[in-house]
Structure formats: structure tokens, C-alpha cells
């Protein structure tokens, strides 16, 4: 597959008009990277954004008391990353291949261009992008809530 | 087959009936309430007593000179007393030296037992608690028997009590089934008293031919039916049936049930007193030897928090929601059940309410809570 | 007492009698013994037949009766298998009974997982905490049926790596190709390779073809609200969702009251039932 077909095949795509996704193949490369190879680093420029095609990703925060346990884990669909779509453009949290984890890369530059001279490729994205916070954020609820603690 | 009682029938029809081994509970004054308890005789009828009811409010009065025995209401109690005891022994456990475990469930060869002065709301009752507990997958057999030993005589209904709304729930006020016998009082305007008496069943009709009593004239029915008319008029409590079950549903989560939640105490009186609240709960205790374990079954109230208990909490742990259950289970969702309402219209839960909270108000205000622009399918 | 009195009061086993059972063996299910599985025996006579989904009624003697589903059966040695929390008065003196000592059964009570309306189509099983242990029945039959179901999906959410339950047998079933298990922790650690997440997430990513899948979820309310959005989001419809749900069952025979949930009966009615059917209630706080 090349990479206008892993990228029309990702989760985060699927929607998308193909002319939009034209635009997001125009700043796409493919990477892999190896178990224990971070994604992204705690307050390191966030200058990419992710979509696995697969393997499995840990998102973790660095420097707590839970240390090295994930608060989430990502695999196949799943995008990697929003920072570099606000300033500071820095990253929040580590993000670290647990497996052989093979990705869509794309240059946040390319794509920060690329949504503000197409507005129908800006709010594509930025769509996209909601999608994943809220599921993350309802994920994190979910979690804090303790739905299977002891009463 | 009907007769005319005078006050030598209906002591003897008493007689009759404890001659043929049947205990006999009925009406009788105590405690400032006519409650129902084992009847010597005739004499333990609550002869010139009247009751008065309204929210909150339950009276006796004393009417010295009135022959009538039946001049009341209902009262506290209902027949679920004898029939749906508070508190039964359900199952006895005995465990053995090598650790084996005997159940044994409590003999259920209850006595034979007349009752008599159960009013129309109280037969109907007592047919939804059959549905209920005779009308079990596993039924409850110690219901069962009890009931199957019964011989009810009836009293049709001279006065409408100050909460009573029987017609509306289309159970009264006059019984028409379930009786062996059905008494109505009758008082002529010159003061004598008798009773008109109609079969119901084989039964009662045999227990009538034996007492060897007049035959009723078509003045003396006439008298009866004038009786249960006026009575049937009396009627001022209202609150029609006609799409209850679907307007309860409809108002699940209406914001009257907060208005309940701050005046209703969550006591459980009306659970105490309706005739039909029948959810019980097991306790269990151990006898000091440790042999011997016991359940017991006992009366249990939708309005005890730990009535819908679960692990993580009560599932209603507020009040307005435990009264939210109560009145949508009689209401609505007994329909669903059960196949009928699980109201018979008495008004006990109105009359023994300590704060005067009133069944067929709450259906109004909900009624009334209705959005004008909801489509409105009651009646 | 004798045979009539017998007839009319109800024989052990009926009603509500307990019969005489016998805990053939115990194991924990998670290492602080909170959770724990027996296996149990009647004194006499056979094992009654069940299916995956009901309940029976266990009694402590002296302490009380709880309802715990069967969570399985050795049908060769003549066992029902229970799964039990100890969260409360009866269970946690449950807690504290031994290999060989008696307690009391009663049942099964209840609906069961519809099977039938799986037959052939892709099963989705999404079990959150203990609520594995009524669905495990529903894996056994898939492991000894392999024709039964097109392709099987058990998900399972728990807290933590240490509160999963069934390791053993969540193992074995993960080595059938028919058989797709995804187990995600709200809280993993260092040495957890699995899922971290909400369960919801595994129903989003699950392969399977929601035109011909059905669903059966048990677990906390909160986790199969949200599972049923995920499942409706994926495009099931609500007539193939089925959910069991948790209410204080106590007579099992539905003449005790407390088991209500609207217009249900749980312990006669339930606690399997179908979403489209419950729809309405589903959200109604404190019904």
C-alpha cells in the first residue's frame, strides 16, 4: 500500500473527502519505530503529529509518583499528538513505542499550512482532532471514576 | 339464595360458624382504631362506632344508641394480617455434627377461619395479592392455604369513608365476588336493625339454609340496594383510572417528586396499612447453640433505603424517589407485573399518612404538571 | 414432617427452601482473596440445568442468602461454579468458608443470555469487573461450539492488572482463532503488556460487522452506558444489545418486591435483558 491507501484506510481519515486527504498525503512519510523509542518527550517541540498503522504506543507522563505506568495506551487507528496544533507547540506528556510500532508521520508545519490556506482542510483536521480530545478526555473520566473499584 | 338477619341470625350464624371449627375474626374496637382480631361473639362487634377519616386523620365517635355493627369504615388493619403475616417462619436450618446442612420449611396446615365484615375493597385486595403470591411461578404456599381455608362473609358498605375512592379503582362499593356471604345493615327509620344476607358460594348458601332463617322479601333487597346506592353516592374522593399507569410512566422524572421528597417522612405507614403492599424481607437468626439457623420472613417497606440495596449504595436513596416507587408500583407498573392495579381505592395510606400525604392530590398535581403543549391521551 | 406437609410448605430447593449443597473447592480469584470462585456440589441428586446468564440464591447458614450467578460448570464432576466479591455482610462470611463446608442453593433464577440469537453472527461479550463471571458461560460454550458463533469478541475492562479475573482461562481462550480477547486497565503497571484504556475504546476498535453482531454486556451501569454508545456508534441496533443488569434480588421468584426496576422484575424478568426493551428507563436516576 502506498501511502494515499494506509492513509485512506486510518480510522482518523475516514471521513475525510479524498481532495482533503490529497492535501494530508503532501505532508505524510512513514516511520517506525522500535520498542522504547519515544514518540514524543515531555516539552520537546511538538513539530509532528501521528497516525499508527500499527504496533502499540504508551502514553505516560514523566517524573510522577505512578512513574513508569502508562495512563493510556494507543495502537492501529489511533492518532498520536495534538500539541503542535496550539502554542506553545510544545509536548504535554512522553509518548513511547511499546511494540515495533510503525506510523503515518506528518510535518506539523506542512499541515498547519495546509489548513490555513484550505479552510475545508483546516476544519477536516480540526474535526479530526476534536474527535480524538474527546475521547480521550471522556476516556479520562471514565478512568478517574474507578467504575470496578470496591464500593 | 337470600335471607333477612335479625340479631339472634347473625349471633347464630357466628355460632354456626364455631361450631364448625372456624375461628372467627372480624371488627372489633381497640386502641381507638376498629381493628380486626378473633371475635368471641357478637358481642365484640363495635357496635355505635363511627369512624371519621380525612389526610392525616382517623376518629372514633361513639354512638351509644345506634344498633348498627357495621357503621364504619376501614380501618389500620386489613386481612393481609392473618393472610400475609408480618413476620412468618420461612425456612429452619439445622446442621448436623458432620456438617450437613437440613432445611425445613414451616408446616402450613393453617386453622379454618371465617372473617367476616371484609368490605369490597378489602375482597379485591385480597384477589391481587392471590395474583401476586398464589400467581407465582413457585407460588407461596403457606398464602395459598391460608386463603383456601377462608370462609369470608362480606359487608356491603353504608357509608363512604372520608378517604375512600373505591369506585374510581372499579372495586367497590359493593362486593359482587369473592364472598361465601354478604351482609348489608339495614335500619329502618323506626330504629330496629337487620342484616340483608346473599350467598356468594355453595358454601354459604349451605351455611344459610342451616341457620333456618326468613327468606328476604323484594322490600327487604330493596332496602339493600337502597343502602349500597347511597353509599355509592356518598362517594367524594376521586381519582379515575383512566390512564393512571401510563401518566406515572410519562412523569418518571418530574419535579413534583422533589415536593414529596421534603414532605414525606419515608415512615412506611402506608406500606404498613395498604392492603395490597405485599414485599417482604428474610432475616436470619442463629440460635445460641449454633445448630439451629432460622429465616423468618417479615413484612419489608419500599420506602427503607436498604429496600433497594445494592453494593455500591440503595439504588433510591431519596426519598422522593422511594415515594416515586411506591406510587408508580401501585399505580402503573403493577399493571405490568401483576395484570391489574395495585390499588383497591381503601384510602388507608391517606388517613394513616402522618403528614396527610394524600394518593389521589399527588395524581392530580401530576396530572396537573402536564405541559399544555404535550398531547394529552388520559381520559 | 411428613410428605403432605412437605407438598404443601415446598420441598428444599423449591420456592424458597434452600437445598443442601457442599463447596467441593474454593480458589481466589484475585490474591488479596476479595474475589473467589467455588465450585459447589448438591448432597443429593443431579446438578440442575442452567443456562449462561441466570443466577441461584446462596445461603450462609445462619447469615443470609445472596444472589451470585453461575459462572460455569464441570459437567463431568458435577459442579455449578460461583463467582463471588466479598463486598458485604453474606459475602464476606462467604469469604471465610472452607473446602467440604455446607451451604444452601436455590435456583436458577432469571433470564439467560439469548444465545440462539447469536447463532451464526459475531458475538460481542463486554464485561467490565466481575461482571466476567456471568459471561463466562457464555465463553465455555463458545470454546466446546467452535461452529456456534462466527467470530467471538470478549472484552474485558477491569482496574488493574491484579483484578483480573479467569487469568487461566482468559489464556486459553485468547489461543483460539474464533475467539478475540482484549482485556484493558484503567491502571496498568510496569510489567503490563495489555490495554490501557476504557473498555468502550476496544468496542470501537473490535472488527467485527456490526449489520450481523450481537452484543452482550455486563458489568457497572456507567460501563454499559457507555459501551451501549460505543456499540449503537459502531451501528448495531438496539434489538441485538443485551445487558444484564444488578438489582437486590432476594426471593428469586419474584414475590419479594425488591428486585424492581420500572416495570421489571429483575429476578423474574431479568437480569438479562434486551436495550430496546429497557430503552426508556435506562436512564432514569434511582428507579
Known amino acids: 500500500m502506498d501511502l494515499a491507501d494506509q492513509l485512506a484506510h486510518h480510522a482518523f481519515c475516514a471521513d475525510m473527502a479524498p481532495p482533503v486527504r490529497e492535501r494530508l498525503v503532501a505532508c505524510a512519510r512513514e516511520e517506525r519505530f522500535e520498542p522504547g523509542a519515544f514518540l514524543l518527550r515531555q516539552n520537546a517541540p511538538a513539530a509532528t503529529f501521528y497516525l499508527i498503522l500499527d504496533g502499540q504506543v504508551e502514553i505516560k507522563i514523566a517524573g510522577t509518583a505512578v512513574g513508569h505506568a502508562p495512563l493510556e495506551t494507543l495502537g492501529k487507528d489511533d492518532a498520536v499528538g495534538w500539541s503542535w496544533f496550539l502554542p506553545p507547540h510544545r509536548w504535554h506528556f512522553d509518548a513511547v513505542a511499546r511494540a515495533t510500532t510503525h506510523v503515518l508521520a506528518f510535518d506539523a508545519d506542512c499541515l498547519r499550512q495546509a489548513m490555513q490556506a484550505d479552510s475545508a482542510v483546516g476544519y477536516a483536521i480540526t474535526r479530526g482532532l476534536l474527535e480524538v480530545v474527546v475521547q480521550r478526555l471522556q476516556a479520562a473520566r471514565m478512568q478517574l471514576s474507578d467504575l470496578y473499584g470496591q464500593p | 339464595m337470600e335471607a333477612m338477619l335479625d340479631i339472634d341470625g347473625l349471633a347464630g350464624l357466628i355460632d354456626a360458624l364455631k361450631r364448625d371449627g372456624y ?32 389526610p392525616g386523620h382517623y376518629r372514633l365517635h361513639p354512638q351509644p344508641d345506634d344498633p348498627r355493627r357495621f357503621d364504619h369504615t376501614v380501618g389500620p388493619h386489613g386481612w393481609k394480617r392473618f393472610l400475609h403475616p408480618a413476620s412468618e417462619s420461612q425456612v429452619r436450618v439445622t446442621r448436623s455434627a458432620d456438617g450437613v446442612l437440613r432445611f425445613e420449611s414451616a408446616p402450613a396446615t393453617p386453622a379454618p377461619t371465617a372473617l367476616i365484615g371484609a368490605r369490597a375493597c378489602e375482597l379485591a385486595a385480597m384477589a391481587v395479592q392471590d395474583r401476586v403470591l398464589a400467581g407465582a411461578a413457585q407460588p407461596d404456599r403457606a398464602f395459598e392455604a391460608r386463603r383456601a381455608a377462608l370462609f369470608i362473609i362480606a359487608v356491603q358498605c353504608g357509608r363512604a369513608g372520608g378517604t375512600c375512592f373505591c369506585a374510581d379503582m372499579g372495586t367497590g362499593p359493593r362486593a359482587e365476588t369473592g364472598y361465601d356471604l354478604a351482609l348489608t345493615e339495614i335500619l329502618e327509620p323506626g330504629g330496629a336493625i337487620g342484616w340483608h344476607v346473599e350467598s356468594g358460594s355453595p358454601r354459604g348458601a349451605a351455611v344459610l339454609s342451616r341457620l333456618g332463617v326468613a327468606a328476604a322479601q323484594p322490600v327487604d333487597r330493596a332496602a339493600a340496594e337502597r343502602v349500597w346506592a347511597g353509599t355509592r353516592a356518598q362517594l367524594a374522593v376521586r381519582m379515575p383510572a383512566a390512564g393512571l399507569r401510563e401518566l406515572l410512566y410519562r412523569k418518571l422524572e418530574d419535579p413534583h417528586w422533589d415536593s414529596l421528597a421534603s414532605r414525606c417522612l419515608a415512615c412506611g405507614n402506608c406500606t404498613a396499612v395498604c392492603p395490597t403492599c405485599y414485599c417482604t424481607r428474610v432475616v436470619d437468626a442463629v440460635a445460641l447453640d449454633g445448630w439451629i439457623a432460622e429465616r423468618t420472613q417479615e413484612w419489608e417497606s419500599c420506602f427503607n433505603p436498604e429496600f433497594s440495596h445494592l453494593p455500591g449504595g440503595s439504588v433510591r436513596g431519596g426519598i422522593g424517589a422511594r415515594y416515586r416507587q411506591w406510587i408508580t408500583h401501585k399505580l402503573a407498573s403493577w399493571h405490568d407485573q401483576f395484570g391489574s392495579s395495585g390499588c383497591v381505592g381503601c384510602g388507608r395510606c391517606i388517613s394513616w399518612c402522618p403528614v396527610g400525604i394524600d394518593i389521589t392530590a399527588e395524581v392530580a398535581a401530576l396530572r396537573a404538571s402536564t405541559p399544555q403543549d404535550v398531547p394529552e391521551r388520559l381520559e | 414432617m411428613d410428605s403432605l406437609e412437605q407438598a404443601a410448605a415446598g420441598r428444599p430447593g423449591e420456592g424458597l427452601v434452600p437445598a443442601p449443597w457442599r463447596i467441593a473447592a474454593r480458589r481466589e480469584e484475585i490474591a488479596d482473596g476479595s474475589v473467589f470462585t467455588w465450585s459447589v456440589r448438591p448432597e443429593a441428586g443431579e446438578v440442575p440445568i442452567y443456562r449462561p446468564g441466570q443466577f441461584n440464591m446462596l445461603y450462609a447458614f445462619g447469615v443470609g442468602e445472596v444472589p451470585i450467578s453461575i459462572s460455569g460448570d464441570g459437567a463431568a464432576s458435577g459442579t455449578l461454579m460461583h463467582t463471588l466479591r466479598a463486598v458485604g455482610r453474606v459475602t464476606r462470611a462467604m469469604q471465610n468458608l472452607k473446602e467440604g463446608d455446607a451451604i444452601g442453593v436455590r435456583g436458577p433464577f432469571g433470564t439467560a443470555w439469548p444465545l440462539e440469537t447469536a447463532r451464526g453472527r459475531d458475538l460481542i461479550l463486554v464485561a467490565g469487573g466481575i461482571g466476567l463471571a456471568p459471561l463466562r458461560p457464555v465463553m465455555c460454550h463458545a470454546m466446546r461450539n467452535p461452529e456456534a458463533f462466527r467470530r467471538v469478541f470478549l472484552l474485558i475492562g477491569c482496574r488493574d492488572p491484579q483484578s483480573e479475573l479467569f487469568r487461566d482461562d482468559v489464556i486459553a481462550w485468547s489461543r483460539r482463532p474464533h475467539l478475540q480477547v482484549e482485556v484493558t486497565v484503567d491502571r496498568g503497571g510496569p510489567a503490563w503488556r495489555g490495554h490501557v484504556g476504557v473498555v468502550t475504546k476496544r468496542v470501537q476498535r473490535a472488527d467485527f460487522d456490526p449489520s450481523d453482531a450481537v452484543a452482550f454486556l455486563c458489568g457497572p451501569e456507567p460501563m454499559m452506558r457507555f459501551a451501549v454508545l460505543a456499540l449503537q456508534q459502531r451501528g448495531v441496533s438496539d434489538d441485538r444489545i443485551f445487558v444484564s443488569m444488578e438489582r437486590n434480588m432476594q426471593c428469586g421468584i419474584g414475590t419479594c418486591g425488591h428486585c424492581q426496576w420500572g416495570r421489571y ?21 434511582e428507579l
Open chain 3, 265 to 285: 422484575l429483575m429476578c423474574r424478568d431479568g437480569p438479562v435483558l434486551r436495550y430496546d426493551e429497557i430503552a426508556d428507563i435506562f436512564d432514569v436516576r
Open chain 2, 23 to 54: 375461628d372467627v375474626l372480624g371488627p372489633t374496637v381497640r386502641g381507638g382504631a376498629i381493628v380486626y382480631d378473633h371475635l368471641s361473639g357478637i358481642d365484640a362487634l363495635p357496635q355505635g362506632w363511627r369512624d371519621e377519616q380525612a
